[in-house]
């Protein structure tokens, strides 16, 4: 890796199977130090979440590289006494245990801050650490089901569609969770004092549920599903199904764009149709399904390959990835023997690489108590009784 902008940076990553990892995979590919830190039982059971080479799954392999692995027994006194000596000369630690866990485990935030005041430490959980769900369980379904978000997913008519694309997950637990590690970490180095980063699954993905908050003020009400201006209200923002039952994302929102499309397929008289609502709408709406059903969508992406309106073929996975856009921004790399994500960001000065793929459990554990002063004699004791 070359040019990281958070090398020398030490993460203690404490999370398992997805948001947590996700958030400090970033950190990782950016270049900083994470030490996954997993107990002797099943550990991240990411692992053996789908089928991968010698039995460890795509999953985990994909969201673990560029760390290294130490295997802790936190509920016992030398577990944690080992965890302290790391935190001690840590930046960062990332947990995502409900409420409460981490003081009783004697590693919570103001343990660590009495050691190591510049220490930001990140707390990823559904609902956060105060309010009365704190500590309920949940998942993606229940947090955007929660947060307003469900409700408004489906189509006129139907019933709330559950996206495959983890909101909750994905949104709160690793973007929110980044952002608010790397305000605090920029902070605490200008301060010397740490921050507690208390994030909510929930609550970042109510804080993103825009387009529904605004008309809940303006409207005096909510859309019904479907009907929104970028759910079905406004025909020229949609998908329409094409002769061989694929799909075109039909987007040429702006009238500027919806003029182009109008006069790249003959129809100028529709022009004076942009932005039609209601019964308008629905009527433009059955026009471009007649219109699009008339050709594949092969056709109809070359069709527009040269038309700057908006409008795409609706791909699946990995048809994106062959994409020559995808492509050209190398967004598969091939590592730790599956295909794997690069990160979504490009800075100039930095070379991404998988430097190091996901670590088996506790694979460093020896190199990384060397690191903080523990003594051959030490590290073999702890192997054998199993602290480590």
Known sequence: ??????????????????????????????????????????????RTLGDGPDGVSVFYRSVNRNKRGLRLDLK????????????????????????????KLGIDYETLRAINPRIVYCAITGYGQTGPLARAAGHDLNYIGLAGVLDQIGVDGGQPAIPNLQIGDLLGGAMTAVMGILAALFDAQRSGQGRLVDVAMSEAVLAHNLFPFFALQSAGGLPQRGADLLSGGDAGYGVYATADGRHMAVAPLEAKFWDVFCEALG????????????????????????????????????????????????LGVGEALEHPQFVARAMAVHADGVMQYAPPLKLSGWVFAVDRVAPAPGEHSEELLREVGFTEDEIVTMRQTAII
């Not at 932005?275 to 709408?281: H, I, N, S, T, V």
């Open 76 to 103: 016992r006194a030398q577990g944690r006494e080992v965890f302290l000596s790391l935190a001690r000369a840590a930046d960062i630690v990332v947990e995502s245990f409900r409420p409460g866990v981490s003081r």
């Open 1 to 46: 890796m070359s040019g990281g902008p958070l090398r020398g940076v030490r993460v203690l990553d404490l999370t398992r199977l997805l948001p947590g990892p996700v958030a400090t995979l970033h950190l990782a590919d950016m270049g900083a130090d994470v030490i996954k830190i997993e107990d002797h039982g099943v550990g991240d059971y990411a």
């Open 267 to 314: 129809r100028p008289e529709w022009k004076t149709r942009h932005a039609a609502r209601g019964a308008a709408a629905v009527a433009l709406r059955r026009e471009l399904e007649d219109l699009f059903a008339g050709r594949t969508q092969a056709e109809w992406r070359d069709f527009f390959a040269d038309v700057d309106c908006c409008v795409t073929p609706v």
